[in-house]
């Protein structure tokens, strides 16, 4: 395949999918890891779309229909995921009661956490699982099993939730945009995500540069309703919100 030919196959894929690994591109064109690398590079500084440790996204606003399962999401920038954790989990303190919403950034939390007194409630299986074998108190919520983001959700989810009253809460988005707020494709966790919100006294939205400008069908929370961790923002349109965090390099 020609080089041209590979940069539009790339540019359609990454447009349909709104968001590829290398492996996906890999497998999909036939192509070696380190050729896929190169052209992803090319066409970032081209402007044609946003590589990501990992893989690449669609540049500006798009719109998201669809959550991608853990195990894509989980090799999307990883260098800027843990950076985010780590601040975050250094937010936790000794008396408080946390939400942890599922989310692979939330997920990466757990490794760094050193606070040991703080009780935990969460939707997301493996984070229960991950906090409980560090031997941290932790209450997993009941109700329909979603598949892709290996969360609980649903009515006896929310039942559950409304128990709560929060100290801290640390939420995924699969968006961030200015006018449409945090969203994400699927309406039951936005319900869940929503009522989390409502009962956390502190509330944190922890999302990576490619979620910026990123719009998923429904809305459930605004973009001031959070204090919003994140890495180095390109984008110089969000740098008059006074609630974003950006952790720098180590």
Do not use: W
């Not at 809460?169 to 869940?192: H, L, Q, Y």
């Not at 540069?209 to 605004?222: C, L, R």
């Amino acid at each position: 395949m020609l080089i041209e030919e590979r940069f539009c196959e790339i540019l359609k894929l990454v447009e349909t999918k709104k968001t590829v690994t290398v492996q996906e591109l890999t497998e999909l064109l036939d192509t070696s890891e380190s050729t896929i690398r190169r052209d992803l590079t090319v066409l970032h500084n081209k402007g044609k779309l946003i590589k990501v440790h990992g893989g690449a996204t669609t540049i500006g606003i798009s719109f998201n229909t669809v959550d991608h399962e853990v195990a894509i999401r989980q090799d999307l920038n990883t260098e800027e995921k843990m950076r985010i954790a780590r601040y975050a989990a250094s937010l936790i303190e000794s008396d408080d009661f946390i939400y942890l919403d599922a989310g692979t950034t939330t997920g990466y939390m757990i490794d760094f956490i050193t606070e040991m007194k703080a009780v935990f409630v969460t939707n997301a299986i493996e984070h229960a699982r991950k906090l409980s074998s560090k031997g941290i108190k932790t209450y997993l919520l009941g109700g329909e099993l979603k598949f892709a983001t290996e969360a609980t959700v649903g009515s006896k989810t929310i039942g559950e939730l409304r128990q709560y009253n929060f100290t801290k809460g640390f939420f995924g988005t699969n968006g961030v945009s200015k006018n449409s707020g945090f969203t994400t494709p699927d309406i039951n966790e936005a319900m869940v995500k929503s009522v989390a919100i409502e009962n956390t006294k502190d509330k944190y939205m922890l999302c990576d540069v490619s979620k910026f400008s990123q719009i998923s069908p429904v809305t459930f929370a605004e973009v001031d309703d959070a204090t919003i961790i994140t890495s180095k923002l390109e984008d110089k349109s969000y740098k008059n919100y006074m609630n974003i965090v950006e952790v720098d390099e180590e």
